[in-house]
């Protein structure tokens, strides 16, 4: 297999280093983390959409005002996973598959740009995101993004153990070297997705945690922009800090053969991108 790793969005919200750590200016900036595996048998797998062309071309239509003016999502058709993979030389149709972290507007932006494709996700995130209880799920899930689409495949957070973690142990379709790995907190059913390659296992941790600070260093260390953020988000608070600590513990045991990265950090992005396997 091969990945490919893709910048699916940017958002610029005020705060600047308060929030990403590095940025000069009033302005911080976010990535939207995503993967591209080709496959021997099973076509192209995006891991994650970022924001999607309906998201660029006419944002009012499928972003919450909220979210667009706090996050300040930048529109630029170029950085969408569909603009990527054309410009890679395959078509929307080679994507035959889509897995979900979660269904947050910046993950799953894209997915009606890939109609043909089949969706895996928990199926825990799969009942929250249609019954939106609160105002808050309101304003972070949006059918409108995908909406109508056919082919979803949900999944308990059941299987073999992973690292210590529980996994879904195989994807309908997809080759066993990837798995879901369950990450309740941010949303109840947020995952990470694992994959295992020659040189080892890679990790998209989505928004189990947010930045580089997080991981690989016994003491957590966060920006306070992002640590109110993932506060705010979070369904479930305990949760999220419970598989934040193991994964942070995780990272400082295995620290060979074994990639993690979240979904918004750009420098983590830039590190990892650099060191694809």
Not at 57 to 67: D, G, I, N, R, Y
Not at 126 to 138: D, E, V
Not at 188 to 209: F, N, Q, Y
Request: glycine share 10%; aromatic share 10%.
């Amino acid at each position: 297999m091969k990945i490919h790793h893709l910048n699916c969005g940017c958002m610029c919200p005020a705060g600047g280093a308060l929030y990403d750590g590095f940025s000069r200016g009033l302005k911080a900036k976010l990535i939207c983390h995503c993967l591209l595996i080709e496959t021997d048998r099973d076509g192209l797998v995006l891991v994650d959409t970022g924001f999607g062309h309906k998201d660029m071309q006419a944002p009012a239509t499928t972003l919450s005002p909220f979210f667009r003016a706090i996050n300040n999502i930048q529109r630029n058709r170029s950085l969408t996973a569909l603009s990527q993979i054309q410009a890679l030389g395959f078509d929307a149709a080679d994507v035959r598959h889509i897995i979900l972290t979660h269904l947050d507007f910046d993950h799953a932006g894209g997915i009606s740009d890939f109609p043909h494709a089949r969706v895996h996700l928990m199926e825990e995130e799969i009942n929250t995101a249609r019954q939106r209880h609160s105002w808050l799920t309101t304003q972070r899930y949006r059918p409108a993004q995908w909406g109508g689409i056919s082919g979803w495949q949900g999944y308990q957070a059941t299987g073999e153990k992973w690292f210590g973690f529980d996994a879904v142990n195989q994807l309908n379709g997809l080759p066993p070297e990837i798995l879901m790995i369950p990450l309740a907190g941010h949303t109840t059913g947020h995952a990470g997705i694992a994959i295992r390659t020659a040189s080892g296992w890679t990790l998209h941790g989505g928004d189990a945690w947010f930045f580089r600070g997080e991981m690989h260093q016994a003491q957590r260390h966060c920006t306070p922009g992002l640590r109110f953020y993932q506060w705010f988000m979070a369904q479930d608070n305990k949760a999220r800090r419970l598989n934040q600590q193991k994964l942070r513990a995780l990272s400082c045991t295995h620290t060979e053969g074994l990639t993690l990265f979240c979904s918004h950090d750009a420098l983590e992005f830039e590190r990892v991108a650099a060191t694809k396997p």
